[in-house]
């Protein structure tokens, strides 16, 4: 069975600073995909960007970016120039099928003004 | 574009009664999902489907069912209600095909059971 593990309950950073969460998975498959949500308080479940694991290239999504280390089996999220509105939970999640999809535990993520 | 839609957005219900969580899509997408989300936890995959007609078990289905008869549309029903099924419940889509298709999710349903 794959599992998901976010070490950080909660983390804060200042406005337009940067900051990183962690996440590592544990799997014996070979092929499969990382995601990272976004879940502000609204409750909605935003995808804010995804990782194809034979993939080497990081995926970059604006100030969103990844640090995919395969075989450490650890899939960091970079926010540059954080903004207030970046005040979330944040959720990593692995698929080996691109369908079902396994969540780690979530890290609040609280950016100060 | 309506996307995934799931009434009702908040219920209590009594120990023991029994309710139907509905969820709608309009985006054809053949894969359907339902997870529940306990306090400060992350989603858990209760059940999920494939397509019309085709449902499968997630991580905790126990105390739940699921039925799939159109594309559309995905219920959930809780038989007997329990106080551990408290949580939040999210329905979600998506399509296959080659590559980490994203899920697209609903507002949730927020579900008290006294």
């Known amino acids: ?29 070979n ?27 990081n995926a970059t999504e604006n100030r969103f970016s990844v640090n995919f280390q395969k075989a450490a089996k650890s899939f960091s999220l970079k926010i540059s120039d954080s903004q207030l509105g970046d005040t979330a939970m944040y959720f990593c999640a692995f698929s080996t099928s691109g369908s079902r999809l ?10 100060n003004p | 574009n309506a996307g995934v839609t799931q009434t009702p957005k908040f219920r209590i219900l009594k ?9 709608t899509q309009d985006m054809n997408h053949n894969y359907m999902y339902w997870y529940r989300q306990d306090p400060g936890m992350g989603l858990k995959l209760i059940y999920y489907s494939v397509g019309a007609g085709i449902t499968d078990k997630g991580e905790v289905p126990n105390g739940y069912n699921v039925s799939r008869s159109t594309t559309e549309d995905f219920p959930l029903r809780l038989e007997l209600a329990a106080p551990s099924q408290t949580s939040v419940y999210f329905c979600a889509s998506s399509f296959t095909g080659v590559g980490p298709q994203p899920q697209h999710f609903g507002d949730g349903t927020r579900l008290s059971i006294l």
């Open chain 2, 15 to 23: 120990i023991g009664q029994s309710m139907t969580l509905q969820c």
């Open chain 1, 102 to 111: 396994t969540f780690g535990e979530g890290t609040q993520l609280t950016v």
């Open chain 1, 1 to 29: 069975a794959q599992t998901v593990t976010q070490s950080q309950p909660e983390m804060s950073v200042q406005e337009a600073e940067t900051v990183t969460l962690s996440c590592t998975y544990d799997t014996s498959e």
């Open chain 1, 31 to 57: 092929n499969y995909y990382l995601f990272w949500y976004k879940q502000p308080p609204s409750r909605q479940m935003i995808l804010v960007i995804r990782q194809e694991a034979y993939k080497q290239q």
